[in-house]
Nanobody
Framework: VQLVDSGGGLVQAGGSLRLSCAAS????????MGWFRRAPGKEREFVAQITWSGGVTSYAKSVEGRFTISRENVNTWNLQMDNLKPEDTALYYC???????????????WGQGTQVTVSS
């Protein structure tokens, strides 16, 4: 099983980036998909998730209203990040976890991470 995340980069505050994750090696039915991030010197933080059906999304309060998670198909999902702030700077990981609650417990699968840097 492999998760490949992409789309990170350097952007000015107020700008946008779109992250993508492509999963392979199995079919991810009944898995919640999403993103975590880790900023330098900080704990890992849940960012967003979407259920396998695509019907339910949830976000960290720090990104709600600015980030949008979507699912193209059962093995591909995206994170649209708008109005980025310097505090969004982190290594972003796409993740997958069996069930509906990605933000609780340890994800089953992780991508390799993609760096997002927001300059002020």
């Amino acid at each position: 099983v492999q998760l490949v995340d992409s789309g990170g980069g350097l952007v000015q505050a107020g700008g946008s980036l779109r992250l993508s994750c492509a999963a392979s090696g199995r079919t991810f039915n009944n898995y919640a998909m999403g993103w975590f991030r880790r900023a330098p010197g900080k704990e890992r933080e849940f960012v967003a998730q979407i259920t396998w059906s695509g019907g339910v999304t949830s976000y960290a309060k720090s990104v709600e209203g600015r980030f949008t998670i979507s699912r193209e198909n059962v093995n591909t999902w995206n994170l649209q990040m708008d109005n980025l702030k310097p505090e969004d700077t982190a290594l972003y990981y796409c993740v997958a976890k069996y069930g509906n609650y990605l933000q609780y417990g340890e994800p089953d699968y992780w991508g390799q991470g993609t760096q997002v840097t927001v300059s002020s």
